[in-house]
């Protein structure tokens, strides 16, 4: 044990705080690869196809507040709990509303009448929750947190994201909505909790042998700068949309 954590030096452990509080803060381009995940899941779970199912956790980013979420518990840190916990909840509201409209849409709208109350293997999967989809969210949330911190395992981190599978179970959800199906919500629900509770622990775990408490005093200085670069942003769009 002591050898896998033996050259996890000072600045991997800077680098992952920088890196987890930047792809967890609530910018436009975290939202709009929410909203792109949530859409491919949406129709990947209509249509019984688990390659576009896949494509969806690719794209997802709602792994990082997750973890960062985990990263704030394990330093004691308020302010990054709050501000991680912020950015999920408007995740899921966005996609499971975003989902519950684009099912609607399908059958009420363009004509997929056929894709009404039809429960096909994909979204079966996602409502019938066991033990072990949480043993499987431990598994990956100790790889992507050790990943995370590991600069050169960087390209495992795809993996984990489709082995834990965030976003279809939120998807999932607004399907219930859409047909008005409460065993959908509640199971589909049940999974994505499931799946979080396991990611946090198992990143709670890995950060805390990492000895990762040892930066907590930079944790405010990434979020004031995360928060700066994000209001350059709006006020760069701002000012573009006045010179026009």
Do not use: C
Request: charged share 15%; hydrophobic share 50%; no cysteine.
């Amino acid at each position: 044990m002591y050898l896998l954590f033996s050259d996890i030096n000072e600045k991997n452990k800077t680098e992952a705080i920088n890196s987890l509080i930047k792809d967890s803060t609530a910018t436009p381009a975290f939202f709009f690869l929410v909203i792109m995940s949530v859409l491919m899941a949406s129709f990947g779970l209509l249509i019984n196809n688990a390659s576009v199912i896949i494509g969806s956790m690719l794209i997802a980013p709602i792994l990082s507040p997750i973890l960062s979420m985990a990263l704030g518990i394990t330093l004691g840190d308020n302010k990054l709990i709050r501000r991680s916990f912020t950015t999920l909840s408007k995740s899921i509201l966005y996609s499971v509303g975003l989902s519950a409209l684009t099912t609607w849409l399908l059958w009420s709208v363009v004509g997929g009448k056929e894709l009404k109350g039809i429960l096909n293997p994909e979204i079966l999967s996602r409502i019938e929750p066991n033990i072990v989809y949480l043993f499987i969210a431990i598994v990956a949330g100790l790889a992507t947190a050790y990943a995370r911190v590991k600069p050169e395992l960087n390209e495992a981190l795809p993996g984990t994201a489709i082995a834990v599978a965030l976003v279809p179970p939120i998807a999932t959800i607004g399907i219930g909505i859409a047909f008005l199906r409460l065993d959908i919500i509640s199971g589909a629900l049940s999974l994505f909790i499931l799946n979080a509770i396991g990611i946090i622990v198992a990143s709670m775990f890995m950060f805390s042998m990492m000895n990762i408490y040892s930066r907590k005093k930079i944790v405010a200085t990434s979020i004031k700068q995360a928060e700066k670069e994000h209001e350059e942003i709006i006020k760069k769009a701002r000012q573009q949309k006045q010179n026009k």
